[in-house]
């Protein structure tokens, strides 16, 4: 497959990992579609299901559904909104644009998708209920999509990033909690989001023909202690 035919699709790529990924399948060749979210806000059904109708027969070969939040909060105190804004961003709207924009692989017989997870899929801190379980829910949702498009040769994985250098990260915890992260992490350092682009960028390229429905994990060893 040439990449000079192949279209990529990135949720949440204005900034993060994300923005990393971008310019990573840039440099692989591939031409990147990075929706801002006043095309696509994955928080609202109605704009998710508009920006499927409008995109279903564009020649999209690669899906990177990245974009994620995270409202962290004891679960007695979370809010309802906060809940179900949580899985419908980090859920809800992958499972839509995976069901609504894979027409043209399955056509092409070709395609990758990966749904950026969290180490927080497998293992948990307190205020990470919405979150964990969202992210849980990516996993599962990646694995059925593996054995349901295995046959159009359509290779679904999840990654799962451990503690990652962004704003996301800075955002929700402390400059002493990153202290403590850093301590808790083999390696000795959080990852630089290029190290998770270079996976996907592993994941989605021909290099990978026979990795369906797994969840790659890259941690620095953080789940292993
Ligand atoms: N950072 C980490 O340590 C870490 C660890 C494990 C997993 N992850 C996962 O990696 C992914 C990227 O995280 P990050 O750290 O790069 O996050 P980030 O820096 O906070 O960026 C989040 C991205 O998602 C987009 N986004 C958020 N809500 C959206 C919505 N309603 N509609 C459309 N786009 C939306 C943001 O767009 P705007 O610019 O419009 O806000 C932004 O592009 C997420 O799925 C996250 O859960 C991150």
Avoid at 35 to 55: F, M, Q
Wanted: with cysteine.
């Amino acid at each position: 497959m040439e990449h000079c035919e192949l279209l990529a699709l990135v949720t949440g790529g204005s900034r993060g990992i994300g923005r990393i990924i971008c310019e990573q399948l840039q440099k692989d060749g591939y031409q990147v579609l990075a929706p801002s979210r006043s095309e696509l806000d994955l928080a609202n059904i109605e704009t998710v299901k508009n920006y499927i109708s409008k995109n279903k027969n564009r020649p999209i070969s690669i899906l990177i559904n990245n974009a994620g939040i995270n409202f962290p909060a004891p679960i007695e105190n979370i809010l309802l909104d906060q809940w179900q804004s949580t899985l419908q961003v980090n859920l809800t709207s992958p499972f839509m644009l995976i069901q609504g924009l894979t027409q043209h692989m399955k056509k092409q017989r070709y395609g990758r998708i990966v749904n950026i997870s969290s180490v927080f899929s497998f293992v948990t801190r307190e205020n990470r209920a919405a979150y964990s379980a969202a992210k849980s829910g990516l996993n599962g949702l990646t694995r059925t999509a593996a054995v349901e498009f295995g046959p159009y040769n359509i290779l679904v994985n999840s990654v799962c990033p451990g503690y990652i250098d962004t704003a996301l990260t800075r955002q929700n915890n402390s400059p002493e909690q990153i202290k403590t992260i850093i301590e808790s992490i083999p390696l000795g350092r959080m990852a630089d989001a290029v190290e998770i682009a270079e996976l996907v960028s592993f994941l989605t390229s021909d290099k990978n023909s026979y990795i369906t429905g797994h969840t790659v994990v890259a941690d620095g060893g953080f789940t292993c202690k």
